[in-house]
């Protein structure tokens, strides 16, 4: 009895995907786009490795004891590794390593892929490319407001229009604040509260107001476990919540020092806004991201058009970026302050909004094909080869085994506009047979009989050498 041999599947990982031409050069354009806006506004470009030691990336995105948890991980001799999950903490440890030696502030940002070991969704791969742009050592608020233009200019430049999208900022002070004059406490208590402020977006105000309280039930009849604050705070937090500027904040009865920082810090990124001539913002007090290490001024930028999913379904995206300021993050490495603050954009996710609009014009650069009618005429071939080649045009010669019409459909499947057939009579005369495939194609439909093929002359050409260019850059 033969023994079945298992075969290794072909299909992906959750969350991973593979990318074909026209999406890669398509991102190529956007980090072209993004390189160019940064340059504009005085960054250094920076390169950290994948990987790192788990302790130097810190658990900030796994709330778990296991270091594999929310991170792909492994041990290498007494030490974990682990891919980075972002491109902050590796900065932090990069600062520490050469801070006697880097300009105050350090503006730098980095293009690179992080990993993710968490459930995906549309436009949320494990794997994904991610955009960074930070200041390292400063505590100006300037440079804050700073980075909400630079993002801002970045989508534009990148494809979005102004209203498009929105910068949504907060500060982690007012939250923080608020749960302290609640006298919210108890460290889970205050973190389960957070969680439920974030998701105002998705389950609305009664559903924060569950959150807040017992739990809340979804749809699929999940249970969320609740904060159980008492109904008073329940109601303040229902009230910051619901306020809708600088105005109403202040209007809040909050008299805890953190909360009036907060507040301070916000009106002067606002003014700074104006310096900048940037209007394209609004405060949102829901913003709350990065619980376990933003300190201070917090952004997103928001898309404001529809996107679809797979399905066709329109969904709720959430951000394509933002970021924050993260004071402490380098102190962890070196006991010496070092303020800090940055933004991220998720160069996959911005694409998967992108796509929706239908802007990107790809005209993918497909080879010019020469087919090989016999292996006797392989000079001429090259010689065809080496003129398109140095007239900067893509080219090949047919590398496969197969018979003339094999070669067509081999062209057809690469998209080649332009296959190059030359024999006996083009070698010996020093001619080009040059066949349009899309116009061949095109013709074929509305042919009948074989004198009807023999009036399709723009099809198919015949012409001297020298006069190659000129019919292919018709």
Not at 275 to 295: C, H, M, Q, S, W
């Amino acid at each position: 009895m033969n023994k079945k041999i298992s075969k290794p599947p072909v299909d992906l990982p959750g969350g991973f995907i593979d990318r074909k031409e026209k999406e890669l050069v398509i991102r190529d354009f956007l980090i072209k786009q993004i390189k160019e806006v940064m340059t504009k506004y005085g960054f250094e470009f920076l390169e950290t490795p994948s990987f790192e030691y788990t302790e130097s990336l810190g658990k900030f995105l796994p709330d778990k004891d296991r270091p594999s948890e929310g991170v792909f991980s492994f041990e290498d001799g007494k030490k974990w590794l682990s891919l980075r999950y972002d491109l902050t903490a590796p900065l932090a440890r990069f600062t520490a390593k050469n801070f006697d030696n880097l300009s105050r502030p350090f503006k730098r940002y980095q293009v690179g892929t992080v990993w993710r070991n968490e459930k995906p969704g549309p436009g949320r791969f494990r794997e994904f490319l991610q955009f960074d742009a930070d200041y390292v050592g400063t505590n100006n608020l300037l440079a804050d407001s700073e980075l909400c233009v630079l993002i801002s200019e970045i989508l534009e430049k990148c494809g979005l229009a102004n209203n498009e999208f929105s910068i949504k900022i907060s500060n982690r002070k007012l939250s923080k604040g608020l749960l302290e004059d609640l006298e919210i406490k108890d460290q889970d208590q205050q973190s389960t509260s957070l969680r439920a402020i974030d998701k105002l977006d998705r389950v609305g105000i009664d559903g924060v107001k569950l959150l807040l309280g017992k739990g809340r039930k979804d749809k699929s009849g999940d249970f969320t476990e609740g904060a159980k604050l008492e109904d008073k705070q329940i109601s303040k937090i229902i009230e910051f919540l619901n306020s809708k500027g600088l105005d109403q904040l202040e209007k809040i009865e909050c008299n805890n020092q953190l909360f009036q920082e907060g507040i301070s810090e916000l009106k002067q990124i606002v003014k700074n806004f104006k310096f900048f001539k940037f209007n394209n913002f609004k405060i949102d007090p829901a913003v709350v991201r990065g619980l376990e290490y933003y300190t201070g001024p917090i952004f997103e930028a928001e898309l404001t058009f529809k996107v679809k999913n797979e399905k066709g379904l329109d969904i709720e995206f959430g951000s394509i970026g933002g970021g924050g300021r993260y004071d402490d993050l380098v102190k962890r490495f070196k006991n010496q302050d070092c303020p800090a603050t940055g933004i991220s954009i998720g160069l996959d996710r911005l694409m998967y909004a992108l796509s929706q609009k239908n802007i990107f014009d790809f005209d993918q650069k497909c080879p010019v094909l020469i087919c090989v009618l016999d292996n006797k005429f392989m000079d001429y071939y090259f010689k065809i080869l080496n003129f398109l080649r140095s007239n900067n045009i893509n080219s090949e010669i047919y590398t496969g085994s197969s018979n003339f019409k094999a070669q067509l459909k081999y062209a057809d499947k690469r998209g080649c506009k332009y296959v190059i057939i030359c024999g006996e009579d083009e070698v010996s005369k020093e001619l080009i047979t040059l066949k349009n495939l899309i116009i061949g194609s095109r013709v074929s439909e509305d042919i009948q009989s074989r004198e009807d093929w023999k009036k399709s002359k723009d099809a198919q050409k015949t012409f001297a050498f020298s006069d190659l260019l000129k019919e292919i850059k018709k």
